[in-house]
């Protein structure tokens, strides 16, 4: 019982890590595919915005997500005593 107290703050600070890492991609996620048609006017690389944005752009954005919440994870998990050094 003693362990699970000392290990509350430590899972209450990553399960906030975690939801707070996956709110805003998943609103960008959502919300892209909205606007596609109002992007399409504009052209990248010969390609039309919208498509650019709701196919690499989401998947690039997903990518820096993870690598922030990876770097941060490991912050939250050296102050709590929890980290893995390899």
């Known amino acids: 019982m003693i362990k699970f107290r ?9 399960k906030f890590q975690i939801l707070a890492s ?5 609103v ?3 919300a ?3 606007y596609v048609d109002a992007l399409n006017t504009r052209m990248l690389a010969g390609f039309p915005l919208g498509y650019l944005i ?3 752009g989401t998947i690039v954005f ?3 997500a993870v690598f922030h919440f990876v770097g941060r994870q490991d ?3 050296r102050w709590h005593g929890a980290h893995e050094d390899i």
């Open 32 to 34: 892209t595919p909205l």
């Open 54 to 56: 709701s196919t690499h």
């Open 6 to 14: 000392r290990r509350r703050p430590y899972w209450k600070r990553t």
């Open 75 to 77: 912050a939250v998990d």
């Open 22 to 26: 996956l709110v805003l991609p998943a």
């Open 28 to 30: 960008i996620m959502l």
């Open 62 to 64: 997903a990518m820096v």
